[in-house]
Each structure stands twice: as structure tokens, then as C-alpha cells.
T-cell receptor, first 113, second 111 residues
């Protein structure tokens, strides 16, 4: 089966600019996750979707981060405006449903100058 | 707040040595437990999981983990590591509709 697809792989922007990441989960996976992984740390869950509804966004900095999953398939994560501390790898994962093993994409490495 | 702790930040072993990586969590109630591995240059992938039943679970590549409910632990073990096991290992816990990863343990196996 095809894995979780993410783009772009790398992105470099200046602080205060905006950026968007795209994720295409494995076909049939109802649950989609966005994580932020800062160097030396484990993945931190930003937002979790079940189909096109948000299940958990308690750790999403909503003043600057937004995410959507229209039609319950693809998802985009946006940061506007970016801050230096947003430099991280942004991972997308999907699973058949919540609590099931997750399949991860390769991630987007974001560098803020 | 619910949390997952991996006490070993970096472990260095020689080939054929035994491995045990610690994972403790602070959730109450029912949990599902996972170990994920990230080999150099690759994405995170599932190593093994525990949902219920036998607390000793076996995963891929000879890894196993034991769920000890009384200790809130889910330690990862392998009797004899290989150079190809060099990777970063993450413990993850789901419970109460919450999903948390530990900070990870970097394993370096010397040939």
C-alpha cells in the first residue's frame, strides 16, 4: 500500500512569513495526526482529526497555527506568522482509527531564519 | 498532565549485548502502548504494540516489550542487538483520548 505522503520535504522561510504543509494519508484511514518534532524531542501532537472533524487540538497554538481536513482525506497545516521557535520537523501520520498503530510520513523540515 | 518518560537519552552498546529501554507513563485507566523506531534517514515505524491480553508482546526484528501495570511501565528489550538496530526509539501511549510520545532514546550499536 502507498504510505503517507507529505510535501514539501524541506522549507526555509523568514520569521513572520506564512507556510503551509500538505498531507495525504493512507487510503481508508479515518484518523489523521499532525505532530511537531523539535530536535532532540519526541513528536508532540498538534492536532488529531477523525474523518473531517477535530478530535484533539489542545496543544495547537491556535493564534498562529491552523489545520483542516476537508472531505476527510487530505489535510493542510498552516503557520501564520512563523516564529523562530517553530523550527522543527512537522510529521503527519494516519491510522485506521484512533488507538490503532500509526503510519508516518517522511515529515517536513521547517527552518525559520 | 499525562506524560511519557524515557529515562535513557542515549545508549551505546556493542553487538550481541542485551538491550532494555525504559518507558514509564502517568496515565490512569486503560491505555494502549506502542514502541516506534526511526532508523537513520527513514520515517517512524511501528515496532510493537500492546492493547490487552498477554503483557509480554513480541514485535519485529526480535524486539519484545513487557507491560507492567503496577509500575506504569512498558520497557523494550532485545536479547542480542545488531549494528542495524542503531536508531532512535520512541515509546508512545494513548489513553483518555490523549496521545503522547516520549522524548526518545538514541541507540548506537558498535560493530
Amino acid at each position: 500500500e502507498a504510505g503517507v505522503a507529505q510535501s514539501p520535504r524541506y522549507k526555509i522561510i523568514e520569521k513572520r512569513q506564512s507556510v503551509a504543509f500538505w498531507c495525504n494519508p493512507i487510503s481508508g484511514h479515518a484518523t489523521l495526526y499532525w505532530y511537531q518534532q523539535i530536535l532532540g524531542q519526541g513528536p508532540k501532537l498538534l492536532i488529531q482529526f477523525q474523518n473531517n472533524g477535530v478530535v484533539d487540538d489542545s496543544q495547537l497554538p491556535k493564534d498562529r497555527f491552523s489545520a483542516e481536513r476537508l472531505k476527510g482525506v487530505d489535510s493542510t497545516l498552516k503557520i501564520q506568522p512563523a516564529k523562530l521557535e517553530d523550527s522543527a520537523v512537522y510529521l503527519c501520520a494516519s491510522s485506521l482509527t484512533f488507538n490503532q498503530p500509526q503510519h508516518f510520513g517522511d515529515g517536513t523540515r521547517l527552518s525559520i531564519l | 498532565a499525562q506524560s511519557v518518560s524515557q529515562h535513557n537519552h542515549h545508549v551505546i552498546l556493542s553487538e550481541a549485548a542485551s538491550l532494555e529501554l525504559g518507558c514509564n507513563y502517568s496515565y490512569g485507566g486503560t491505555v494502549n502502548l506502542f514502541w516506534y523506531v526511526q532508523y537513520p534517514g527513514q520515517h517512524l515505524q511501528l515496532l510493537l504494540k500492546y492493547f490487552s491480553g498477554d503483557p509480554l508482546v513480541k514485535g519485529i526484528k526480535g524486539f519484545e516489550a513487557e507491560f507492567i501495570k503496577s509500575k506504569f511501565s512498558f520497557n523494550l528489550r532485545k536479547p542480542s542487538v545488531q549494528w542495524s538496530d542503531t536508531a532512535e526509539y520512541f515509546c508512545a501511549v494513548t489513553g483518555n483520548n490523549d496521545m503522547r510520545f516520549g522524548a526518545g532514546t538514541r541507540l548506537t550499536v558498535k560493530p
